[in-house]
């Protein structure tokens, strides 16, 4: 499994940005995908997470104003963000599991296996 994101960039705060996450290797179904951050001098955080039938979950911080969504026919993970905040400041990483996908999504680091490498995003106040 491949994960490659882009789509990060510098925005002030209350503008949107789309992330994407190219990926290569996963299978048609059963599988977990997700969006986690990490701050400068903070924990890698999930922030979107889906299972492969569509459910999603998120991180309270970021509800109403991100979606998760994943094009099967592309085969890439998106993170639409909205209204962004300076707090949402930080290193976005797309992330997947391929073992526990009969569990519902989940927000937790551990739960997943392969990670891309990151893009930055950075919002002005």
């Known amino acids: 499994v491949q994960l490659v994101e882009s789509g990060g960039g510098s925005v002030q705060s209350g503008g949107s940005l789309r992330l994407s996450c190219a990926t290569s290797g996963l299978p048609a179904s059963r599988y977990r995908m997700g969006w986690f951050r990490q701050g400068l001098d903070a924990e890698r955080e999930g922030v979107a997470t889906?299972?492969?039938?569509?459910?999603?979950r998120y991180a309270d911080s970021v509800k109403g104003r991100f979606t998760i969504s994943l094009d099967k026919t592309k085969n890439i993970l998106y993170l639409e963000m909205d209204s962004l905040q300076p707090e949402d400041t930080a290193m976005y990483y797309c992330?997947?599991?391929?073992?526990?996908?009969?569990?519902?999504?989940?927000?937790?680091?551990?739960?997943?296996?392969?990670w891309g490498q990151g893009t930055q995003v950075t919002v002005s106040p």
């Open positions: 889906m299972r492969f039938d569509g459910n999603t």
């Open positions: 992330a997947a599991d391929l073992q526990r996908w009969f569990l519902p999504p989940s927000l937790a680091r551990a739960d997943f296996s392969y």
